[in-house]
């Protein structure tokens, strides 16, 4: 995020922008993707020629990202409102935006990334529409004061025609205009090529922040993944140096003709050993292989502690770790997971001010095309962790509730029941079904008397 007193678009400040964001901001969250993608630094080592050359990358930043997304927004995040009529039609644009999915894919990139990012707009035929945009295109300019709003964001990013000519493309997003910008292979500006207004008062461009400083949940121990990725490398060479040691023969020279050139004799040992596969030393000869002792234990230590400090650096259990094993109650699996759960409540926080401005902005669309008055606020979000449950628990404590409290508050504490009040019309249809089932059958028992 680039941070102005003022920003005006125009091709001159575009092209210093581009150039400001390439240069420095591109590069780090390239870093970051290819970690994701599992292409660590280790993988562009060179070694001497003909020396083992082992590259073995581990996908702890995928397996972070995986992690704490899972465990943020596995469970889907549920909207709330007093107005049902409004919530009716704001899940229906919603669902037709795929939003679960969307969510989940954005909450990767705050993970990935540091923060995710969409736009809202309305396309050819007036439906709304919410789309992800890559953080690898975006360039977030903010302005410099105490609320730090959002001046303008640009959507950077190449197209390609089917002739192979690449065009630089940008997409400028300030308060009232969409303005585009293309630069050409041989060009050394952008010029502008489009403008039009979009249908807000403000950028339709939103920002989720995977926490304050905007960092990736795997960032900090990039250095720690390197180190472990050296170690596991160096084992795997070392482990090719045994399998191609040298072998030593003392005292084998009567098992060679009597050839001047020593390089021959050495030459014709070695065939003669591999024929016979037999050897014959004297009193004080013998054979064996040249290798380098390894300390198995102590490099083993060092890569456990690496592991360790990577799970404990980035706020990411080991699933593996023995800790897991067995079957832990609810309160166990919680406090074994207090750093996944700090985490997410700083994804959280981010999050829940993403949406609360997409649901202000889907709905000014709302009330204009619909003629309405609803009020984004009286709509809320509620998050659910993604943690094994202990039912057996659950059930106890519900059955102990059952009479203290609301048969409402005890349906919304099981796991398994997404819409509560569905779930409660079932059973006053269930009730209903059943009470007229009661009536006809003492109906029956009747006795009528003459």
């Known amino acids: 995020m680039i941070y102005l007193s003022e920003f005006e678009v125009n091709k001159t400040n575009i092209k210093k922008i581009v150039e400001k964001y390439s240069s420095n901001e591109l590069s780090k969250l390239e870093k970051l993707s290819e970690y994701y993608k599992n292409n660590n ?8 020629k003909d020396a083992p050359n082992n590259k073995l990358a581990s996908a702890y930043a995928k397996y972070v990202v995986k992690m704490q997304t899972g465990y943020f927004i596995g469970i889907p995040a549920k909207h709330k409102s007093s107005d049902e009529e409004y919530l009716s039609e704001y899940t229906k644009i919603l669902d037709d935006n795929f939003e679960k999915s969307l969510n989940y894919e954005i909450a990767k990139d705050m993970s990935k990334f540091g923060f995710g990012a969409e736009i809202i707009y309305q396309n050819e ?3 709304t529409k919410i789309k992800k945009i ?8 903010a302005s410099n004061k105490i609320d730090e709003f959002i001046m303008c964001a640009i959507r950077y990013y190449r197209s390609k025609d089917i002739d192979g000519n690449v065009t630089d493309v940008v997409e400028a997003y300030d308060n009232t205009y969409i303005t585009r910008f293309e630069k050409k292979k041989n ?15 403000e950028v339709p461009i939103i920002i989720y922040k995977n926490n304050v400083e905007m960092t990736s949940d795997f960032e900090d121990v990039i250095e720690l993944n390197n180190a472990y990725d050296t170690s596991q490398s160096n084992t795997a060479n070392d482990i090719d140096y045994f399998n191609d040691a040298y072998m030593i023969v003392e005292g084998a020279s009567d098992l060679v003709e009597d050839i001047d050139d020593d390089t021959d004799k050495v030459q014709k040992t070695a065939e003669t050993l591999k024929k016979n596969r037999v050897m014959y030393f004297p009193d004080g000869g013998g054979a064996k292989f040249l290798v380098k002792d390894i300390n198995d234990a102590a490099t083993e230590n060092y890569k456990n502690r690496l592991n360790s400090d990577i799970h404990k650096f980035s706020l990411t259990p080991d699933l593996a770790d023995e800790k897991f094993a067995g079957n ?8 074994k997971t207090i750093p996944l759960e700090q985490s997410a409540t700083e994804k959280e926080n981010g999050f829940t001010i993403g949406l609360k401005k997409r649901c202000e902005l889907v709905t000014k669309l709302m009330n204009t095309k619909f003629n309405k008055d609803y009020d984004y606020t009286l709509i809320t979000t509620e998050f659910t962790r993604n943690l094994p449950q202990n039912e057996g628990e659950i059930t106890n404590t ?4 059952s009479n203290v409290i609301s048969k409402r508050t005890l349906l919304e504490l099981l796991p398994q029941i997404e819409d509560v009040d569905e779930e409660i019309k079932r059973l006053e249809e269930e009730k209903d079904e059943y009470d007229q089932r009661d009536f006809e059958i003492k109906k ?3 006795i009528e008397v003459e």
């Open 41 to 48: 630094e280790i993988t562009n080592r060179i070694m001497k």
């Open 125 to 127: 035929k007036a439906i």
């Open 134 to 141: 890559s953080p690898l295109e975006l360039i977030l300019i």
């Open 187 to 201: 060009e050394t500006e952008f010029n502008e090529v489009d403008k039009s207004e979009h249908l807000f008062d």
């Open 328 to 335: 832990l109650s609810g309160i166990a699996i919680k406090f």
């Open 398 to 401: 519900i059955l102990s509730l």
């Open 444 to 446: 029956d028992d009747i």
